[in-house]
């Protein structure tokens, strides 16, 4: 894991010879392969396959998605570079004034078999808008890393949680607190009575270059923070994914899975923007999980260890 981690150059990156897109765009193809080997190799059996797509108003990607792996049931790790021009839809339903718009990032969703297994997302983006002059009006980042897991391991979620801490604490020490309450606020089912769709990590958005925080700044702390993918969640896989499970416990992990369906197709807004300006569909819901479980008002046996895994989606803590 250290060995794949190491395979991104860390060294700060400068737009001086490259323009700000082609610096970003290199990132994410750079932390597609090295994502994806490490995940290649946990798993032992599964091996991604990759297509690439265009999209007929600008740009295109790759998707790469795993499945029927020893331990990866299904996942994806996508990346994209998009651009067209801002429809009169896109300034009403997503609140954009301007020209022409470029949009790139990665996105990652792993679904394990075992239940004892968290699920992880992860996503890293960066956003320019133009005017007729094809003049940069606006620029944004955003992007973060998850957990969903369905049992509770405490200390599994504390490893997580103090993995993006280094990492936020290393760019600025206010960080973490911000981007780790913002998570806890995003991931959010509100149709059902706030409850988080798992137990958090980082999230931030709409975070725009400035004096202090400059592009540079910005692209560097996404490279970071993607950089510690592999050693913030293969621990845990290769800790519990050896777990013996029941067809109840395997039920349970299905009817969380509901609940995860129902935030991205209802409330993620990387889900909405894409469908929104005629992204490629199959790569957007690649995030759905394979297998899901809707049953009428489910509720688990008070006390019990999916009881438990509820009631820590309810509240928000402080696992560091």
């Given at each position: ?69 020893n331990i ?31 949009a ?21 983006r ?8 094809d003049?940069?009006?606006?620029c ?12 509770l ?7 997580f949680?103090?993995?993006?801490k ?23 089912n ?15 958005d709409y975070q ?29 896989v ?22 995860y ?39 688990p046996?008070e ?5 438990k ?12």
């Open positions: 894991m250290n060995k794949s981690c190491a395979l991104i150059d860390h060294s700060p990156l400068t737009v001086d010879d490259m323009s700000i897109k082609q610096t970003w765009i290199q990132f994410i193809h750079d932390l597609q392969n090295v994502t994806c080997a490490a995940l290649e190799q946990a798993d032992g059996k599964a091996v991604f396959k990759e297509e690439s797509w265009q999209r007929p108003g600008g740009g295109g990607g790759k998707t790469r998605v795993i499945s029927d792996g990866f049931e299904k996942g994806g790790v996508n990346t994209s570079s998009v651009f067209g021009e801002v429809t009169e839809a896109m300034r009403i339903q997503l609140n954009i004034d301007g020209a022409k718009w470029f790139s990032g990665l996105s990652l969703v792993i679904h394990p078999i075992n239940p004892f297994v968290p699920t992880v997302h992860c996503n890293y960066m956003f320019e808008l133009y005017n007729e002059k003049e940069v009006i606006d944004w980042f955003g992007g973060g890393t998850d957990l969903t897991p369905y049992y391991f405490e200390e599994d979620v504390r490893h949680h103090q993995t993006y280094n990492v936020c604490d290393a760019f600025d020490p206010a960080f973490y607190t911000k981007f780790k309450s913002e998570c806890d606020n995003y991931f959010v509100w149709h059902r009575n706030a409850e988080r769709r798992g137990l958090g990590g980082i999230f931030f725009r270059p400035d004096e202090i925080c400059d592009v540079n700044f910005w692209v560097n702390f996404c490279k970071t923070c993607g950089a510690a993918f592999s050693n913030a969640y293969l621990p845990i290769e800790k519990r994914n050896k777990i013996s499970f029941t067809n109840e416990q395997k039920n349970w992990q299905e009817i969380r899975r509901g609940r369906v129902e935030f991205n197709l209802i409330h993620d807004r990387g889900t909405l923007f894409g469908l929104k300006t005629d992204g490629r569909t199959e790569s957007i819901l690649m995030s759905l999980p394979p297998t899901v479980r809707f049953k009428y008002n489910y509720q046996v006390g019990s260890e999916e009881d895994l509820l009631q820590a989606c309810l509240q928000p803590r402080d696992w560091v």
